[in-house]
């Protein structure tokens, strides 16, 4: 279900939790209430994910970058100071760093980012956004299985990219950067559940102290797959 604090730019959603694009001029509103202000950038991506809400009917256009900058502004004149910059893959934004620069220079003090971290395999792009002033990297990976990640993700070669991501990340955190955390978003499919304790060993020898776990919303791709799509009542028991 949409979350109260979901991007302004939204539309990932099923028709029945689907929001309209939100309007400039009722943002003040919406951010009345909030602490954290999270901003969809919009919805392309370098990734296939075969469980992929926004995969169906996605929109192949950014948000512009003035009206990005428009809500950031609003944002912070409403108290906001926790900022969460979301996709698609945020990463491949053009200019991404400049809006975090201008997020920053505004006054925001946590700026988080979630990426599926192929970008980040490259040190220089993962330093650029650390000196950009981005304050916290949730990365998606969802197997610590070579041949798993790339059937999830539909990209070759996708996991041994993510590992070099998370040891740029962890290389850059131990240089003073990403003081509120680098943390792994996984999705809970049933191939995963079985290699659930290897799996938090695997990165928690890499350096990540901070793994969430999102149940599997049964969509795209693996809308009737029962191997992937594993049954509540499986889940609990492994978590």
Same mark, same amino acid.
């Not at 954290?36 to 950038?41: A, C, I, T, Y």
């Not at 919805?43 to 009917?57: D, L, M, Q, T, Y």
């Given at each position: 279900m949409a979350r109260r604090n979901s991007g302004l730019f939204d539309r990932s959603y099923p028709d029945e939790y689907r929001r309209p694009k939100v309007p400039l001029q009722t943002a003040d509103a919406l951010m009345a209430? &909030?602490?954290? &202000?999270? *901003?969809?950038?919009?919805? !392309?991506?370098? /990734?296939?994910? *075969?469980?992929?809400? /926004?995969?169906?009917?996605?929109?192949?256009s950014w948000a512009p970058h003035r009206e990005v900058e428009a809500v950031l502004l609003r944002g912070y004149r409403k108290g906001l100071r926790s900022l969460g910059l979301l996709g698609g893959e945020p990463t491949a934004y053009p200019g991404i760093e400049d809006v975090v620069s201008y997020a920053r220079r505004i006054g925001y003090q946590r700026i988080?980012? *979630? /990426?599926? =971290?192929?970008?980040? $395999?490259?040190? $220089?792009?993962?330093?650029?956004?650390?000196? $950009? =002033? *981005?304050?916290?990297?949730?990365?998606?990976?969802? /197997?610590?299985?070579?041949?798993?990640?790339?059937?999830?993700? =539909?990209? !070759? =070669? $996708?996991?041994n990219s993510k590992v070099r991501a998370v040891k740029n990340l962890v290389k850059l955190r131990k240089q003073g950067y990403f003081k509120d955390n680098i943390s792994l978003n996984a999705v809970l499919t049933r191939p995963l559940l079985a290699e659930l304790d290897e799996y938090v060993r695997f990165f928690s020898r890499r350096g990540i102290r901070d793994m969430r776990f999102n149940g599997l919303w049964p969509n795209g791709a693996l809308r009737r797959d029962a191997a992937f799509v594993p049954r509540y009542r499986e889940v609990i028991p492994a978590i």
């Open positions: 209430d &909030l602490k954290n &202000l999270e *901003v969809n950038l919009g919805k !392309p991506c370098n /990734s296939r994910c *075969v469980f992929c809400i /926004s995969a169906e009917e996605r929109i192949r988080g980012l *979630v /990426s599926n =971290g192929l970008r980040l $395999a490259d040190f $220089a792009c993962a330093r650029r956004l650390a000196d $950009a =002033g *981005v304050s916290r990297i949730a990365l998606s990976i969802h /197997s610590m299985r070579a041949d798993l990640e790339c059937r999830l993700t =539909g990209i !070759p =070669g $996708a996991f």
